[in-house]
């Protein structure tokens, strides 16, 4: 199974979890925060992709939240300055129907960009927050 370089996936670690991963030059490796030294595809991992596929999955699932979603993207890239794992961590979340609208929206994306790994965070728990 080969990924395009530079996507991210979510895979299962050893304890039942599911874990962030960057695609890796052969497309067949990934790394994770934790991890740098490359770690082979083995499972059906969730394909999560990068900053424009997770914008274009957005504008065919939710295209009267399109527009938001974009200039959030902007925002959490040009002055919140995330990037990398936070920043596909934050988009997922948000793309996933996190409620990123609103007052405190940005706050509760960025709680999703520090959160455990992508599966593990909690949409009910941060809409409530």
């Known amino acids: ?16 979890r599911r874990i962030l991963g960057r695609v890796t030059e052969s497309g067949m490796d990934y790394v994770t925060e934790t991890c740098a030294c490359p770690l082979p595809i083995l499972e059906s991992p969730i394909l999560i992709g990068d900053v424009d596929s997770l914008r274009q999955r957005v ?11 974009s200039a959030l993207s902007v925002k959490l890239i040009a002055e919140c300055g995330l990037e990398g794992f936070s920043l ?42």
């Open 1 to 16: 199974m080969q990924f395009r370089e530079g996507s991210f996936i979510e895979v299962g670690a050893a304890d039942g």
């Open 59 to 69: 504008r065919r699932t939710q295209p009267n939240q399109y527009a938001q979603f």
């Open 88 to 129: 596909i961590r934050a988009l997922h979340w948000a793309a996933d129907g996190g409620d990123f609208t609103g007052k405190d929206g940005l706050n509760r994306t960025l709680q999703a960009a520090l959160a455990q790994p992508t599966s593990e965070v909690k949409h009910a728990t941060l809409v409530a927050a």
